[in-house]
């Protein structure tokens, strides 16, 4: 199978398992915003929750794919199997110490956290003490998502994606049923959602035992902590997991920023929170998808030194990225209103709530292309076992992000805090991409260039029709997005055939041989 069809399938099995994942992620979203709206105990929660989010990327799933995927890859292709699966029992243990102390740490430090995290919220006790009980029932979290990003970084590295990819689903199916099931009877209803995120995240790390576990994996035995190879990832696993965590940086300082009702207007943290579900659909079914499936194929060319093939691989994946990502940005940006109303505009989720979150998402939309093209250079460096770079380059992107934030919050609100997170990542995207060039030579940059202008011209013929098209139609929110997204599809796709976009002919000829 060659390079290209190989990458498609990965990231096919892995793209379904996120959809999969995404669709009950709208279901759980749809739910929570009909019980808690852009209320005060459910900014808590949100605001309780980015705490170990953001960990999860310093820990865990950061760390997995650019320091241990890059690594166990080169071990499975040029080591025996005995010498492979006592690397990674080594790494196992040094997983459980680190993650429990992070975890105890985080517990004993939960008060200080928040007041850091939302210093608007210290004036509320009410509201200070329900985000901190919340945030000590949800640190162990860590521990458990940390495992199943150790987990990941394994099966990826033999190139099993199944078992990784459709263990999202389990969370979200864990956290849906603790929002029906256990908020409606517990004495503070949204300590139920903490409950849920705890039994999603051990589901999580159940599924993915019995494959490895088939394959070598025993009970960890905690004897030994060192081993040569170790060490080469312990020296990408700190530039990696701070390069990682740039979008939750990103967000974190958004959350801060937002939980100053008095500047960007009540019930900011919540849009903010609605707005990257629905924008991050796109680039976790696609982006993510790509990115994952081809950092084990371009560690392998990096390894044999194709520079050749190591360039078309990832000219193919940014390709593959674009012609995906174009559409979704503009769709997302021309039915902000439409589609925020559609699913999440009742019970408690009223109209305010639709405007200020509608406003998020458009904002947010902007960058959606050049943070997807992000993911994929990051991805690159992290395969030439480059850490240093992409944190250089996050570092800077981060600072942009909050000076943009500082300044955009005041005229624009809630809508200028994701404006600036947009801009920050087109300024990251194209700096990775200078300085990879400059790192190994040129990468395709005039075919990538004519494949996005074309895939960009189908995109804005799409968002006319979809403005025309959703100002015709008059029905009820849910049917009209029904109708309006698929008529969208179809119109980009057929001006694609119109235009000759190289990538559509690629995906058509696919979907024939699998006929």
Same mark, same amino acid.
């Given at each position: 199978?060659?390079?290209?069809?190989?990458?498609?399938?990965? *990231?096919?099995?892995? !793209?379904?398992?996120? /959809?999969?994942?995404r669709i009950l992620g709208f279901a759980r979203d749809v739910v929570i915003a009909a019980i808690f709206g852009t209320s005060l105990p459910f900014q808590a929660f949100v605001v309780a929750f980015r705490i170990p989010n953001?960990?999860?990327?310093?820990?865990?799933?950061?760390?997995?794919?650019?320091?241990?995927?890059?690594v166990l890859s080169a071990y499975a292709a040029t080591k025996t199997k005995e010498e492979y699966w006592e690397l990674v029992r080594v790494i196992l243990n040094g997983m459980l110490v680190v993650l429990a102390g992070v975890t105890a740490l985080g517990v004993l430090l939960t008060p200080a956290i928040v007041a850091l995290i939302a210093p608007g919220f210290v004036k509320d006790p009410e509201m200070f003490a329900l985000t901190v009980k919340l945030t000590r029932w949800m640190f162990p979290y860590i521990f458990l998502v940390?495992?199943? *990003?150790?987990?990941? !970084?394994?099966?990826? /590295?033999?190139?099993?994606?199944?078992?990784t990819s459709f263990s999202q689903p389990l969370w979200n199916i864990a956290f849906i049923a603790a929002a029906l099931f256990l908020c409606p009877v517990m004495k503070v209803p949204v300590m139920g959602l903490a409950i849920g995120i705890l039994a999603g995240g051990f589901l999580q790390l159940l599924v993915q035992l019995p494959p490895l576990a088939?394959?070598?994996?025993?009970?960890?035995r905690l004897d030994r902590f060192r081993h040569p190879a170790s060490r080469e990832i312990g020296k990408l696993l700190l530039p990696r997991a701070i390069g990682s965590s740039i979008y939750q940086l990103n967000v974190l300082v958004d959350t801060v920023l937002a939980s100053l009702s008095g500047i960007v207007g009540e019930g900011a943290v919540a849009a903010i929170y609605y707005s990257n579900r629905l924008w991050m659909l796109p680039l976790a079914v696609f982006s993510t998808a790509i990115s994952q499936a081809m950092l084990p194929t371009l560690s392998e060319h990096a390894v044999k030194k194709d520079m050749e093939n190591f360039k078309k691989t990832l000219s193919f994946s940014l390709r593959s990225v674009f012609f995906i990502t174009i559409p979704a940005a503009v769709g997302l940006m021309v039915l902000s209103t439409?589609?925020?109303?559609?699913?999440?505009?009742?019970?408690?989720?009223?109209?305010?709530?639709?405007?200020?979150?509608s406003s998020a998402l458009f904002y947010f939309s902007v960058g959606l292309c050049s943070y997807a093209g992000a993911k994929v250079m990051v991805s690159a460096?992290?395969?030439?076992?480059?850490?240093?770079?992409?944190?250089?380059?996050?570092?800077?992107?981060?600072?942009?992000?909050?000076?943009?934030?500082?300044?955009?919050?005041?005229?624009?609100?809630?809508?200028?805090?994701?404006?600036?997170?947009s801009l920050a990542s087109v300024f990251n995207f194209f700096s990775l991409f200078f300085l990879l060039r400059r790192k190994i030579g040129p990468l395709g940059g005039r075919e990538i260039t004519v494949s996005f202008l074309k895939a960009l011209l189908p995109g804005l013929i799409m968002g006319a029709f979809l403005l025309w098209l959703d100002s015709a139609l008059h029905l009820k929110p849910l049917l009209r997005i029904s109708v309006i997204i698929p008529a969208g599809i179809i119109s980009f796709l057929a001006a694609c055939l119109i235009f000759d976009v190289k990538e559509f002919k690629g995906f058509m000829k696919w979907i024939f041989r699998r006929s």
């Amino acid at each position: 199978m060659s390079t290209h069809k190989s990458l498609a399938k990965s *990231a096919g099995i892995i !793209g379904l398992g996120i /959809s999969v994942s995404r669709i009950l992620g709208f279901a759980r979203d749809v739910v929570i915003a009909a019980i808690f709206g852009t209320s005060l105990p459910f900014q808590a929660f949100v605001v309780a929750f980015r705490i170990p989010n953001l960990l999860r990327d310093l820990v865990g799933e950061g760390a997995a794919n650019a320091a241990f995927v890059p690594v166990l890859s080169a071990y499975a292709a040029t080591k025996t199997k005995e010498e492979y699966w006592e690397l990674v029992r080594v790494i196992l243990n040094g997983m459980l110490v680190v993650l429990a102390g992070v975890t105890a740490l985080g517990v004993l430090l939960t008060p200080a956290i928040v007041a850091l995290i939302a210093p608007g919220f210290v004036k509320d006790p009410e509201m200070f003490a329900l985000t901190v009980k919340l945030t000590r029932w949800m640190f162990p979290y860590i521990f458990l998502v940390g495992l199943t *990003a150790y987990t990941t !970084g394994v099966l990826n /590295s033999l190139k099993l994606f199944g078992a990784t990819s459709f263990s999202q689903p389990l969370w979200n199916i864990a956290f849906i049923a603790a929002a029906l099931f256990l908020c409606p009877v517990m004495k503070v209803p949204v300590m139920g959602l903490a409950i849920g995120i705890l039994a999603g995240g051990f589901l999580q790390l159940l599924v993915q035992l019995p494959p490895l576990a088939a394959r070598g994996l025993g009970f960890p035995r905690l004897d030994r902590f060192r081993h040569p190879a170790s060490r080469e990832i312990g020296k990408l696993l700190l530039p990696r997991a701070i390069g990682s965590s740039i979008y939750q940086l990103n967000v974190l300082v958004d959350t801060v920023l937002a939980s100053l009702s008095g500047i960007v207007g009540e019930g900011a943290v919540a849009a903010i929170y609605y707005s990257n579900r629905l924008w991050m659909l796109p680039l976790a079914v696609f982006s993510t998808a790509i990115s994952q499936a081809m950092l084990p194929t371009l560690s392998e060319h990096a390894v044999k030194k194709d520079m050749e093939n190591f360039k078309k691989t990832l000219s193919f994946s940014l390709r593959s990225v674009f012609f995906i990502t174009i559409p979704a940005a503009v769709g997302l940006m021309v039915l902000s209103t439409t589609i925020v109303r559609a699913l999440f505009e009742r019970g408690s989720f009223d109209s305010y709530s639709t405007q200020i979150t509608s406003s998020a998402l458009f904002y947010f939309s902007v960058g959606l292309c050049s943070y997807a093209g992000a993911k994929v250079m990051v991805s690159a460096f992290y395969s030439l076992k480059d850490t240093v770079t992409p944190v250089k380059n996050a570092l800077f992107a981060f600072l942009l992000n909050a000076v943009l934030n500082v300044t955009l919050m005041f005229p624009m609100k809630v809508g200028g805090l994701a404006l600036a997170t947009s801009l920050a990542s087109v300024f990251n995207f194209f700096s990775l991409f200078f300085l990879l060039r400059r790192k190994i030579g040129p990468l395709g940059g005039r075919e990538i260039t004519v494949s996005f202008l074309k895939a960009l011209l189908p995109g804005l013929i799409m968002g006319a029709f979809l403005l025309w098209l959703d100002s015709a139609l008059h029905l009820k929110p849910l049917l009209r997005i029904s109708v309006i997204i698929p008529a969208g599809i179809i119109s980009f796709l057929a001006a694609c055939l119109i235009f000759d976009v190289k990538e559509f002919k690629g995906f058509m000829k696919w979907i024939f041989r699998r006929s």
